[in-house]
């Protein structure tokens, strides 16, 4: 029996009946929520004593939606179409209070009340599309019919939430509480109840409301061609994710059918949907993102607190650091070397702030106080007041040991000290410190204003709560923070390397960059590896290469292409020509390039072939996975998820694909195997299939459990 007390429970004030559900964290509308809420409905029905009916929730929201967890489950009566049908249908008005964010299910269930009204920081959306779906208990229907299609199609298929004063202005709500919302809500519901008896008892026509029930609302006229048009555009935007184009074009039909068409027209899509492959990971990388902030070893432990946030180096790296400290609040205070270069760089970061108020993202005032916030200088004795000095100079040990050696001499004893190194060792570089286990690693992704990925590193040495105070910085700055070891290349580089080396097998055996750059374009990456590696810069890659030339195992295949390449001076989109040419802002495949590709190949006695789309995804989903399992057998990363979360967010891989260990749960861990075996028997060292995949394959487990 389940001592848990019933997360619905019913009370009174006056002749309004209260439906409370209380059912934490987010009162997500469970089985046992929607069965309660009809029982206390169909009760008040039949109350006498009872003249309306307000539905409200305990905790820090509104309902969130329908119960995440619970997909996959037959759903038990009643679903949460029905409950919606029935609240609509109700004899006596009931009314949503909404605080929080009622979302999904949860916005379904006040679009089907008769009356909604909302605190003044709520929030109300339709974001089923980020799992995969759409609104599937009348969302699509009862919207459009409050705000009309184009509002609508623009909620459903961004999954936007709505604040209240806009929710206001259109009309999804009826009125912002101005006192209690409660009692808010219980006057309204009374009226709405002295409206419905006047109608009951032949009142004069001019007083009596019936009940306003949505659905019976007709959709308000719009622009046809200008809503074609809106949906062509974000069936474009989704780059192969489905759930928004299926939602708009739901919402749509809502202008052509009748509730109940329509109601049905929508089941049948979500229903489609729940089943999709898009779905199941989409709704895998929901709570892979709540996962990622677990860490065990930091639980119970505090964060320093960080006010006040030093960036040594204002380059690309860091201006955009400097740029997400500003935007997060912090007050930041940035350090360049020389005054020449304090001044690009307070340049660099005034035009990220600009060009942020240009985009309409923030406002002029905004983008001002900003700047107002962040002193740029070109003396690191300045960051004496910092709470956190975060370093992103250029990438060479001795110049981030001195730097850290002369920062020990300048912050307090109790600053956090975090490097921004991509490649380097933190642990070599936390040693240069007076105190290495105030040293973490703080990897962001370029451009670290825009890219949501950071990975955080332990060195040996980290204390528990300056890795408490890294997490918490990534969680103010809003930054989807991923716990990675000291390795080579942390996770996301090191598993990205294994990827770059395959692609350039793959040139050698027969493929050619632009095939490659196809076959991950249709699996749904915005840019091909090739053209994300002219983007980035040939020379860069060659530069390590060079420096790791002397340690390579010779017993690894080794592609020299690119080598050519940056010998000839084409280091991508940056001199004009790499993988491509660029000629007036266009990239053009190289004949040059199909060559020099030939000739290597045919240097070292590989016969090419033809390599089909399919083979190509394989072999570097199988590259990526196995370079994966040895980080998780290492325990360089915390659970594969988390190396989903890497590439979705910091390598720009479909979220709607779920990441690669997903994918590879998806495809068979055997097929991955076979595809390693195969890579090991053709590449030679260091493509050794890992000993958890192997584990793993033979035991027929799966990365997600
Ligand atoms: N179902 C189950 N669990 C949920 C949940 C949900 N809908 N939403 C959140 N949780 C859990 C979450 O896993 C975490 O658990 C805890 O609540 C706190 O979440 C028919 C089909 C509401 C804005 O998509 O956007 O309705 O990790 O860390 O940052 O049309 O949660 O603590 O164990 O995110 O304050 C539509 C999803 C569902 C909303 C709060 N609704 N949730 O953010 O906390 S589909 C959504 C959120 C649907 C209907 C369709 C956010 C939040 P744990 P959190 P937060």
């Known amino acids: 029996m389940d001592s848990s ?102 916005c379904e269930i006040a679009l089907a009340c008769h009356g909604r009204i909302a605190d003044a920081s709520a929030r109300l959306g339709l974001p089923e599309v980020k799992l995969g779906l759409i609104p599937g208990a009348g969302g699509t229907q009862r919207l459009p019919r409050l705000i009309g299609v184009p509002a609508a199609v623009g909620m459903v298929a961004t999954g936007r939430m709505m604040a209240a004063a806009e929710a206001l202005d259109r009309g999804l709500i009826d009125a912002v509480a101005t006192g209690d919302l409660t009692s808010d809500a219980v006057s309204f ?52 994710q489905l759930s928004p184009g299926v939602g708009a074009r739901c ?73 997400a400290l500003a935007e997060a609040g912090y007050q930041v205070i940035v350090a360049e070397r020389t005054q020449d270069a304090a001044e690009a760089g307070r340049s660099r970061i005034e035009g990220l702030h600009q060009r942020a108020a240009e985009s309409g993202r923030i406002s002029q005032q905004a983008a001002a106080a900003r700047m107002a916030a962040t002193i740029v200088g070109h003396d690191i004795a300045a960051f004496a007041p910092c709470d956190l000095v975060i370093e992103a100079v250029f990438d060479d040990l001795a110049v981030k040991q001195d730097l850290f050696a ?56 980290t204390a528990p709560d300056v890795l408490a105070t890294a997490f918490a910085v990534a969680r103010r700055l809003n930054k989807l923070a991923v716990l990675a070891g000291c390795c080579d290349g942390f996770i996301g580089n090191r598993i990205f390397s294994s990827y770059r080396k395959q692609c350039e097998y793959m040139l050698e055996d027969g493929a050619l960059p632009h095939e490659i750059d196809a076959a991950m374009e249709a699996f749904g990456l915005p840019m091909g590896p090739f053209a994300v590696f002219d983007l980035a810069g040939l020379d860069i890659a060659w530069a390590r290469r060079k420096r790791l030339a002397a340690t390579r195992n010779l017993a690894e295949r080794y592609v020299r292409i690119a080598d050519q390449l940056c010998e000839l001076g084409r280091f ?27 000739a290597e190949a045919q240097r070292s006695g590989v016969q090419r072939r033809s390599i089909g789309a399919d083979e190509i995804r394989t072999r570097i989903i199988a590259a990526m996975v196995n370079e994966g399992a040895r980080i998780l057998g290492e325990g360089m990363a915390q659970r594969a998820s988390d190396i989903d979360l890497v590439f979705i967010n910091g390598y720009g891989w479909p979220a709607w694909r779920g990441g690669p260990m997903f994918q590879a749960d998806r495809m068979g861990l055997g097929t991955i195997l076979e595809e390693v075996e195969r890579m090991q028997a053709r590449d030679g060292a260091g493509w050794e299939p890992a000993p958890l995949l192997v584990e793993m394959a033979r035991s027929g487990r799966l990365f997600g459990g």
């Not at 489609?272 to 119970?300: D, K, P, T, Y």
């Not at 020990?408 to 410190?433: E, F, K, M």
């Not at 491509?580 to 030939?598: H, L």
Request: aromatic fraction near 4%.
């Open 189 to 240: 519901a009374e009226k709405l109840a002295g409206d419905t008896a006047r109608a009951s008892e032949g009142a004069d026509a001019a007083m009596a409301l019936p009940l306003r029930r949505t659905g019976d609302l007709p959709v308000p006229p719009f622009d046809a061609a200008a809503i074609a048009t809106e949906i062509d555009v974000i069936e474009r935007k989704a780059r192969g």
């Open 406 to 461: 002369a920062l020990s001499g300048i912050v307090r004893p109790d600053a956090v000290l975090a490097t921004n190194t991509s490649y380097l060792d933190p642990n070599q570089i936390g040693a240069a410190a007076s105190q290495p286990e105030r040293v973490v690693g703080l990897h962001f992704f370029s451009p670290a204003h825009v890219m949501r990925l950071v990975e955080i590193v332990a060195t040996g040495q």
């Open 572 to 598: 991508g989109q940056k001199s004009g020509a790499g993988w491509y040419v660029y000629e007036n802002g266009k990239r053009r495949v190289d004949a040059g390039v199909t060559t020099i590709i030939e």
């Open 5 to 106: 007390p019933h997360p619905v429970t019913v009370r009174k004030r006056g002749a309004v009946c209260l439906i409370v559900i209380d059912h934490p964290p987010v009162n997500a509308a469970s089985h046992a929520v929607r069965s309660g809420v009809m029982q206390a409905l169909l009760a008040a029905e039949t109350d006498d004593t009872v003249s309306a009916i307000v539905i409200r929730c305990e905790g820090r929201t509104f309902v969130a939606g329908a119960d995440i967890r619970e997909f996959g489950q037959p759903p038990g009566d009643p679903t949460l179409p029905a409950l919606c049908l029935r609240i609509e249908a109700a004899s006596k008005p009931v009314v949503a209070a909404i605080h929080g964010t009622a979302l999904g299910g949860g």
């Open 251 to 323: 919402v749509l039909a809502a202008a052509t059918m009748d509730l109940a068409a329509g109601l049905a027209h929508e089941r049948g899509a979500f229903a489609n949907l729940l089943a999709s492959e898009q779905s199941a990971a989409l709704r895998h990388v929901f709570f892979a993102e709540r996962a990622a902030s677990r860490v065990v070893a930091l639980e119970g432990v505090a964060a320093r607190p960080v006010n006040c946030v030093g960036v040594a180096g204002a380059g690309t790296m860091g201006a955009g650091i400097a740029v």
